[in-house]
């Protein structure tokens, strides 16, 4: 069955970085694009970026650009989310979706 699995959250001070990586399978990656989503305490889920299937098209929230960058290997059947410069308003649970899947999220914790 298709499956994505979120890894690579944490906690991290103002000002860092984190990768996030989400690993799929049961689908032929290569033929989906695939999005990141974050959900803060109290707020509703927001689409982060979007990547295309060969990944040769990435789109972002307009207020994430320049920050986080969303990539992908499908040798590897798996998509990055870069994250850098995080603010204490990044704090939310993030998740891989893409083949009418979703994961079960990874807290990213941006904190001092």
């Known amino acids: 069955q298709v499956q994505l699995v979120e890894s690579g959250g944490g906690l991290v001070q103002p000002g860092g970085s984190l990768r996030l990586s989400c690993a799929a399978s049961?689908?032929?990656?290569?033929?989906?694009?695939m999005n990141w989503y974050r959900q803060a305490p109290g707020k509703e889920r927001e689409l982060v970026a979007s990547?295309?299937?060969?990944?040769?098209?990435?789109t972002y929230a307009d207020s994430l650009k320049g920050r986080f960058t969303i990539s992908r290997d499908n040798a590897k059947n798996t998509v990055y989310l870069q994250m850098n410069s995080l603010k204490p308003e990044d704090t939310a649970v993030y998740y891989c979706?893409?083949?009418?899947?979703w994961g079960q999220g990874t807290q990213v914790t941006v904190s001092s």
């Open positions: 990547i295309s299937s060969s990944g040769g098209r990435t």
């Open positions: 049961g689908f032929t990656f290569s033929m989906y694009g």
């Open positions: 979706n893409g083949a009418g899947a």
